[in-house]
């Protein structure tokens, strides 16, 4: 049967198209024309349409569409999502894999979300019913009338292999954003922080639930997926509140407000959420409200001095009063705070790093990256990137980065990407060389753009990390491994004319060939490199 290949990505559209739009019927029959040869004359046009005859009763003509795949046709008289498309796509699939798995795998993805829907059906269908005994949320009622009419309406939901975080998590934004949207500002907005928050405590609720669940991992992954979504989400909302008119008019539900995010971010208990980064970004808001900041200090002084105080709950305590010296711009005085910690996290301050960047504030922005690298080094690949970052866009400010680099270094092989692009755009190709050497990177695993701008910049500087190279891969005594010395020593000899070295490559592959004399199998790709006699 011919075959023909599409790119990678198109085949997995093509592959959602099956699933999302036709039924496992059809795609059995399209799979039976396939098995049986019934699907001829494959053939790509403009880059987008596949075009293929399928034998059925008659010869049906055809034409897949990459790119608008409603546009797809076929001549036979079964419309849209027939059989003979199915065939011309389990065709398309073969250079790719087995397409009788494809099938089981399109019917099983098929049944799951058949089974969700009908689930989800029933919940709604239940929540509807539940509807006529709750009154929907009002502009008028209070903060919690709102949160306790979400409770009703989601009364019951469970995560499971059918309920995923992800499904409810667009369930509430679809059902409960609507009630707000005729709302006045501010308490528009001040509504859609609620059903974010909302969301945030039935996450955290669900991660509490699961813990002994067989499916916690892929519950706790999901929860911490959804929570960085809805932490964003509040992070771009919180700027837009105005803070002022809910003060003044809507003093009552903000008060409830801020008092919501104080009892989930000052409890300490154990959660996937940075319930703290939320209660921090919204009392930078109210800079202008001193008396409001005074007596919120005044209260977290108060439960500090509590005895007895649980660390967890101690160092979230510590952190929110360091904050309002933040606020205040006196971040010597919030470090010092922040030293008593029991235990410090890198993102609880990436907050700080943000807000410096938007202010361009750099020297702020130093003393704080100075303060966390001890932090750092023990912290996630993500925080660890996200520091690196901040440490670009300052070092960009000073006149020496040698700072910087001593960082870098510090933190190898870590920060090893960070490094050697950094190393790349500041053309400082010696040391990019060595931080290869040193990591033992072979030059088949570089983009070959870094190796030609090395070679162009000095040819001579790549001699030592194709030599090592090439000794690396004798080493590992193995065919596959002799040839990619080659590879190498092809790459290396023309190094070596561009150089004017010819003499100098002569005895080099002299001594190579005698040193590893007794390795038959390397002698044998040497001589098909026609590097000795």
Known sequence: MLKLQIPKNRMNELIGHLRDNFDPARLERGWAYYHKGQVA??????????????????????????????KSECSC???????????????????????????????Q???????????QTAVSKAAEKRQDRFEPPASDQAPAQ???????????????????????????????????????????????????????RKIEQFYQETKTSYLSYYIETGCRTVGRQCLEELLRLVPRLDVALLAEKASAPWKETLGLLAEAALSGKESPLSWSTVYRSVWWRMTTFPAWMAEERARLRRMLDAPDLMPRRRDALLLAEAHFAVI?????????????????????????????YEEEAWDRMLAWLRWLLPVVQRAQQEELRQFCQYWM???????????????????????????????????????????????????????????????????SLM??????????CIAEKNRTAYKNAVRLLKKLHTLYKKLNRSNDWDDFIYRLAMKYSRLRALQEELRKGKWIP
């Open 41 to 70: 004359e494959l053939e790509l046009k403009d880059g987008v349409e596949v075009h293929a005859l399928v034998r059925g009763t008659k010869r049906y003509e055809v034409i897949l569409d990459l790119d608008q795949f409603g």
């Open 146 to 200: 709102w949160q306790k009419f979400f409770d009703q309406q989601f009364y019951g939901f469970s995560l499971g292999q059918q309920q995923s975080i992800e499904l409810f998590y667009s369930a509430v934004k679809e059902k409960l954003l609507p009630y707000g949207e005729g709302w006045e500002q501010p308490l528009r907005d001040l509504y859609t922080l609620h059903v974010l928050l909302f969301v945030m």
């Open 463 to 472: 001699l030592p990390l194709f030599h090592q190279a090439v000794e690396r």
């Open 393 to 459: 866009e300052a070092v960009q400010r000073q006149s020496d980065d040698g700072e910087w680099v001593s960082v870098m270094i510090a933190l190898l092989p870590r920060t090893y990407h960070f490094y050697t692009a950094y190393l790349m755009k500041a053309q400082r190709y010696k040391a990019w060389i060595d931080l290869q050497l040193s990591n033992r990177v072979s030059p088949l695993d570089l983009y070959s753009l870094d190796l030609q701008t090395v070679e162009k910049h000095d040819p």
């Open 328 to 356: 205040e711009g006196d971040d010597d005085a919030a470090r010092q705070k922040l030293e008593g910690l029991s235990k410090r996290e890198a993102r609880d301050y990436f907050l700080y790093l943000h807000r410096c």
């Open 77 to 107: 008289p079964d419309g849209d999502n027939c059989k003979h498309m199915a065939a011309v796509a389990f065709a398309l699939y073969a250079p790719f894999g087995r397409p009788e798995l494809l099938l089981q795998q399109l019917k």
């Open 109 to 119: 993805a098929i049944a799951v979300r058949s089974r969700q829907q009908a689930k």
